[in-house]
């Protein structure tokens, strides 16, 4: 049985690497796919493709980053399929740089392509998906959204995309829409032109492409609001933000009683420092 029957879905950023693994993996289990790419040519690649392995997709060359390009991305999936059951926001840009050397323009553009395109493309889908009566979106985060090193404007970017898989997820719900986001781990371009990356050629972006499709298929029924972090062999769940006990409360506060406080209760709740978070 095909999980994707009968379904359609956009898939950003899907000329290369993850997207282009997506992409494929959701056609052969029988979704018609509108393949995403700014470079238009590498989309139009993909579709191609995807229906000569007698499948169904068109290409898309526009920004996500634009909101008009981005609603009309998810228009075209309507025209051509007649809905839009399901949109993965793979489109994604990263650089590293130390906080004295950050570009501004660099800056601009992860917060664009990583912020606003899922926003564009996750407010449009979700119009139609609630005209529908449901849909899914699966949002693409990084484990960098925890606070990664040389890295402040793609980890500000993973951590709205974790902020908004959970706003959109407690929106949408009753109109029976699911949204969760992956946290993949795959040796892609964008890692190969990471220098502080661990090479791991054998975590390819099709051994993380059957988490996006279980997410898109019927089989995920029920699950919405979660970050899962997969790299192929290994698969867990990441917490959101929340508060930690306990709760220490009084009339009013002073400088000391705060000191004395982290000092002393809040001190096992604690964070532990970034440095022993990422090497």
Not at 17 to 24: E, K
Not at 189 to 194: G, I, S, T
């Amino acid at each position: 049985m095909s999980l994707l029957n009968g379904k359609a879905v956009v898939i950003t950023g899907a000329g290369r690497g993850l997207g282009r693994a997506f992409a494929h993996h959701a056609a052969s289990q029988g979704a018609a796919v509108v393949v995403n790419d700014i470079d238009a040519d590498v989309a139009h690649v993909v579709a191609g493709e995807i229906r000569e392995r007698g499948g169904r997709a068109v290409a898309n060359g526009r920004s996500v980053a634009d909101a008009e390009q981005a609603a009309g991305l998810i228009e075209q999936c309507v025209a051509e399929f007649g809905a839009i059951d399901g949109l993965v926001n793979n489109a994604g840009v990263n650089y590293r740089a130390e906080p004295w050397a950050d570009d501004p323009a660099r800056m601009r553009e992860v917060v664009e392509v990583n912020v606003l395109g899922p926003l564009f493309c996750g407010t449009s889908a979700a119009t139609v998906m609630r005209e529908q009566g449901g849909g899914v979106i699966v949002n693409v985060g990084s484990g960098s959204m925890i606070g990664q090193r040389r890295a402040a404007a793609y980890s500000a970017s993973k951590g709205a995309v974790a902020s908004m898989t959970a706003s959109w997820a407690a929106d949408l719900a009753g109109h029976g829409i699911r949204v969760n986001a992956v946290a993949p781990v795959a040796w892609t371009r964008m890692a190969r032109n990471d220098p502080s990356v661990v090479q791991t050629p054998e975590h390819t972006p099709e051994r993380v492409a059957p988490l996006v499709t279980y997410l898109l298929s019927d089989l995920s029924a029920g699950i919405t609001g979660q970050i899962l972090r997969f790299r192929g062999d290994i698969l867990c769940v990441l917490r959101q933000t929340a508060i930690k006990d306990p709760v220490l409360e009084r009339d009013s506060w002073t400088v000391e009683d705060i000191a004395a406080a982290l000092d002393g209760d809040l001190r096992e709740t604690l964070e532990p420092p970034p440095s022993a978070r990422w090497k």
